[in-house]
């Protein structure tokens, strides 16, 4: 990464790691996790893409133009809104060399860069979320959480007309396997809601917000 330090979220990680409740890693651990965040500072190099779709619902239908499918809880999060976000991120290819090499070679050090690695990717994608759901409020809309393929029943398969419509491959560098995964590894894609009702959704999702009682919550 050449711009400022990354903003670690130190919780995010250690969960991640297997950690409860944010308990203190042994020494050890505490060591590589240094080692690791330092390592992908470097290696990384985050990309990021979204566009906006129009969407409708036909019964069950959810059609977001460039792809349409049906899943009980994607439908949920979108109750209410007139348009998605296609969204998609990476970290780029030079991670999955560094996870790849301490894979060969030190495997305690590869699980930890497996934590920190999809700490800093989910992250990443928090930070740029936030930074769209400012610009859209500015304009009276209000962004849903994000949503993936594979999530509840929204099926992996979405991803083959998500990639085409984004272009992943000519803008940041993402192509898809036959069997769906991604490659680099650390990249993702996901619907954002967009809707004129108002929220107050975490860029983090439900998982961690506080309305229990939510009816959009996944
Ligand atoms: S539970 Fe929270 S994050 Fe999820 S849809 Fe409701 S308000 Fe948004």
Redesign the pocket.
Known sequence: MTEETFHWNDRELLRYLGCKNGAAPDQNTADLIIQCKQELERAASPRVIWREYPLSFQGHVIDMTCLQTESKSLER?LKDCERVLLFAATLGSQVDVLLHRYNMIQMSKAVVMQAASVAMLETFCDEQNQKLKEEYEEKGWYL??RFSPGYGDFPLECQRYIAPALELGKRIGVTLTDSLLMAPSKSVTAVIGVSRLP????VQ??EV????D?????
């Open positions: 999060n849903r959480p929220r107050n959704c975490t999702g439900c917000c506080a309305k229990r939510c009816a959009y919550r996944r």
